[in-house]
């Protein structure tokens, strides 16, 4: 069966630990059984099919992104079934019985579409496609006591609430309402016996929990209780008890079984594999002949070069913790005695009708006596008329968010070239703005390294790198005797601060001390440069997803080797993964991005101690998660240029002032070139712009960023990275903008070197 008991030694020193759990039950599970193959994952569901149950798991690469389905009690390597190919996925779940249908319910990374499949077929509801922007991280249905069906999906800082039922003509989702999360969530579950929500907080040991109503009132959440680790997946077994429920919290190789609400009734270690780390658990309480007692799914890591999905066989195991067996459950049976349901004809059914004859409780996007009238946030920003609940007719010219997004064309984009991109730089020519490169990261293991090309898009060079994720150049640096460029990176393979020598033809070469090392026990992520306008002295930073920053003084021996030494160790933000950062050298400033919550600006001398100014923050009005690339355009003077941040969930773009108080400007994003060479940018990260004038094309300078996923002209998905080229000029100068004059405030002179 796999299963055994854990050393005494080891049960000991658990009681030690927490003597609150001396009851405990410490088992090791083998793993039963995986997928052929590997695939980025994340996240799993088990439909209970009448013919036979089906695995179903995410795919979060960029050309198969998806989700596929595995016959649960096929051997191993589990035999898929189906695979349905939608962009980048996250999140899938099923939800049952709604008009006699089964459904599969997923969002796709780069168009935001939930999409519905009628179950086992897999066969798109496509009159259900709905588009909601964001980061989204968890997805769970729920079927109330008056039969309803419910999916939330949970974002960085904010849950939607969909009503899926038969429509008129076919199934359909109706957003009930959107309500404010106090951290990102990155798993769920439900308690039906009880209607409770359970969500795990992302890189964390907190579970919260909060009740399950018909109502458009948002729910108050609380802490439920706190893991031994950083929860990594949850998921429920119903008991053949009423009222009785087990929570099963995955804590990377270690599952902990609690009775609901949360009393631990022993922990199950997964073996077999070196290095497990397990996410987005599922639970299959039904009889098959490899599974009598059910199953536990899971996304997994594993050495050697393990990642998919996985099973585990529950038999034996859930006596030893104390659990009866329950494989009579099917999640098409109600919980607990049925209620009337309050979605009333009174209310259009677009509402649910308050007690006492109190009126209506519209969905979002209605309003009225009888939510028999549409409306729409910011009344789509007075640029679009509404013609739907919250869905906007925009202007020409106008899209996104309630047409709040400028729409603009890419020039060109990047030759296909390595795995996962991430952040460009973008290299002044000394020789002719002409001849200026754009220099792109693969921070993938696959491909990693630098990308150079011209200002075209066509690749000229590559060169291998340990993973880096964020890249910047430093100009005219003394090196020895010589004056150099420098491309800078944070290399994430080996934790390095890593330079290449960026010669005037517009090559990269490596060059002596190019790989320097950082603090021990120390992951670099981020990064950016500085020059001190004070003492001239030429700085690196470098951050962690812990938010906390090295500065390191960048210096060079007389014999031209690179050396750096450590003059500042400090933390920026608010307790968040930090993202991009980017410095202005003229007001001795550094702005970072904090990806779920807000941009940033702090002191960039070594020996700055003011305290961080929030420019922007998440839940503002005009900035989303994540927070992620930052790029300043500079202006002749020190108070003139801008602060143009990346916010990836919603694929778009802010511009705020450079001077004080960094006032917002606009929002845009790039679509699909209008020949349908370009496909439009989507989940972008990093972000690159300089005002300078290169060429006929880029007369005001260039803006470079990152696009997630690469769509073809096909309409296909490329498995390398692409980096989008937009012409400054059409965003600041763009006819919607004309009267504010920004493109006045960019200095198409600018030379970096002066």
Not at 46 to 60: A, F, H, M, Q, R
Not at 304 to 328: H, I, K, Q, R
Request: some cysteine.
């Amino acid at each position: 069966m796999g299963l055994k008991y854990l050393t005494c030694a080891a049960a000991i020193v658990a009681v030690a630990v927490h003597p609150w759990l001396s009851a405990a039950v410490d088992l090791e599970l083998n793993i039963t059984s995986l997928i052929g193959g590997e695939l980025d994952s994340d996240w799993t569901t088990i439909y209970y099919s009448e013919d036979k149950p089906l695995l179903l798991g995410n795919d979060e690469e960029a050309a198969t992104g998806g989700f596929h389905a595995w016959d649960l009690n096929s051997d191993s390597p589990l035999s898929e079934v189906k695979s349905v190919t939608t962009g980048r996925t996250k999140l899938i779940t099923a939800v049952y019985d709604v008009a006699g249908k089964d459904l599969a319910v997923t969002i796709a990374m780069p168009d935001s579409i939930i999409r519905v499949y009628e179950l086992p077929a897999f066969t798109e509801i496509e009159s259900a496609q709905t588009t909601v922007l964001g980061d989204w991280s968890a997805l769970c249905p729920w079927r109330s006591r008056s039969l309803n069906d419910y999916v939330y999906l949970f974002g960085k800082t904010r849950a939607v609430q969909y009503l899926i039922r038969q429509g008129k003509d076919s199934v359909e989702l109706v957003e009930v309402q959107s309500f404010p999360i106090p951290t990102e969530f990155s798993g769920c579950a439900v308690v039906r016996s009880q209607s409770k929500m359970i969500a795990t907080a992302e890189d964390d040991k907190d579970l919260y929990i909060f009740d399950l109503k018909e109502s458009t009132v948002a729910p108050e959440i609380t802490k439920l209780g706190e893991a031994p680790d950083d929860v990594t997946g949850i998921a429920v077994y119903v008991s053949n008890t009423a009222g009785l429920d087990y929570l099963f919290v995955a804590q990377e190789d270690t599952i902990g079984v609690y009775e609901y609400p949360f009393r631990l009734l022993g922990s199950i270690q997964l073996t077999g594999l070196e290095d497990i780390e397990v996410e987005g658990l599922s639970l299959y309480q039904g009889f098959t002949s490899k599974y009598p007692s059910g199953a536990l799914g899971f996304a997994l890591e594993a050495d050697p070069d393990v990642e998919g999905f996985g099973l585990v066989s529950l038999d034996g195991a859930l006596g030893e913790l104390g659990v009866s067996v329950n494989t009579a459950y099917d999640p098409r049976n109600r919980a607990g005695c049925r209620t009337r349901s309050t979605i009333c004809e009174a209310c259009s059914g677009n509402g649910y009708c308050q007690a006492n004859g109190a009126g209506c409780a519209c969905f979002a996007g209605f309003t009225g006596d009888k939510c028999d009238v549409f409306q729409c946030t910011d009344n789509c920003s007075g640029r679009g008329e509404c013609v739907g609940p919250n869905q906007c007719k925009c202007q020409d010219g106008w899209g996104g968010l309630h047409c709040s997004f400028l729409l603009v064309e890419p020039s060109y984009e990047t030759d296909q070239n390595g795995g996962d991109g991430d952040d460009p730089a973008i290299w002044i020519s000394p020789v002719s703005a002409e001849e200026s490169r754009i220099i792109t990261t693969t921070k993938s293991t696959a491909g990693a390294g630098l990308g150079v090309f011209d200002l075209t898009g066509k690749l000229l060079q590559t060169i291998p790198a340990a993973e880096p994720n964020k890249v910047d150049i430093i100009y005219d640096f003394q090196v020895g005797r010589r004056k150099v460029d420098l491309a800078f990176a944070a290399c994430r393979g080996d934790d390095t601060l890593c330079l290449f020598e960026m010669t005037s033809n517009g090559t990269l070469k490596e060059i002596p001390g190019g790989i320097q090392p950082v603090v021990p026990d120390y992951s670099v992520y981020g990064s950016c440069v500085y020059k001190s306008p004070k003492t001239g002295k030429q700085y690196l930073f470098v951050n962690e997803k812990s938010a906390r920053y090295l500065q390191y003084e960048l210096t060079s021996t007389c014999n031209g080797t690179l050396r750096t030494t450590l003059v500042r160790d400090f933390t920026g933000g608010s307790g968040g993964q930090v993202e991009g950062c980017v410095t202005d050298e003229d007001n001795g400033w550094i702005f970072l991005g904090e990806g779920p919550a807000a941009l940033w600006r702090y002191g960039a001398e070594p020996d700055s101690c003011e305290e961080g100014l929030r420019i922007a923050y998440v839940g503002d009005g005009q900035t989303h998660a994540d927070v992620e690339g930052v790029s300043l355009v500079y202006g002749a003077k020190p108070d003139q240029g801008y602060v143009i941040v990346s916010n990836k969930g919603v694929s778009a773009y802010n511009v705020y002032r450079r001077a004080e108080p960094h006032e917002y400007v606009t929002t845009f994003t790039i679509t699909k070139s209008s020949d349908g060479q370009v496909d439009a940018v989507s989940n972008t990260d990093g972000i690159a712009a300089v005002g300078t004038r290169l060429n006929e094309d880029f007369p005001h300078g260039v803006v470079v960023t990152h696009d997630d996923a690469n769509q073809l002209p096909d309409g296909s998905t490329s498995a390398e990275a692409s980096f989008k080229l937009v012409s400054l000029e059409r965003i600041l100068g763009s006819d919607a903008l004309k009267s504010l004059n920004l493109l006045d405030d960019v200095d198409a002179d600018w030379d970096p070197r002066k």
